[in-house]
Nanobody
Framework: QVTLTESGGDSVQDGGSLRLSCVGYGFVRQCKYNMKWYRQSPGKEREFVAGITGDGGIEYGDSVKGRFTVSQASDKLTMYLQMTSLTPDDTGTYFC?????????????WGRGTQVTVSS
């Protein structure tokens, strides 16, 4: 069973920066895991933010391109999200997501989220 734990959420001013972390436990070495960040604000649907595929490919949601950077520790147990030029529209709960694949039975895992609040 994979568990994901996010941290790093905080309250910042418009234009500020934050770095989020997602630590995963329980990964099976023989499998590949896509890791992603999502966010959700009250009254809005959960939105894809950024992700790293099991093969190392990186992708970003349109609203964060050029401002956010996703990365992964060399042991692939921790994923980071460096966020810069934050705006109030970036406010929300940020969730870590992992999807297992790579020839293993597909499973999806979610963390409990970390709150980011950007004030103007």
């Amino acid at each position: 069973q994979v568990t994901l734990t996010e941290s790093g959420g905080d309250s910042v001013q418009d234009g500020g920066s934050l770095r989020l972390s997602c630590v995963g436990y329980g990964f099976v070495r023989q499998c590949k895991y896509n890791m992603k960040w999502y966010r959700q604000s009250p009254g809005k649907e959960r939105e894809f933010v950024a992700g790293i595929t099991g093969d190392g490919g990186i992708e970003y949601g349109d609203s964060v391109k050029g401002r956010f950077t996703v990365s992964q520790a060399s042991d692939k147990l921790t994923m980071y999200l460096q966020m810069t030029s934050l705006t109030p529209d970036d406010t929300g709960t940020y969730f870590c997501n992992s999807v297992r694949g790579g020839g293993c039975r597909s499973s999806t895992y979610w963390g409990r989220g970390t709150q980011v609040t950007v004030s103007s």
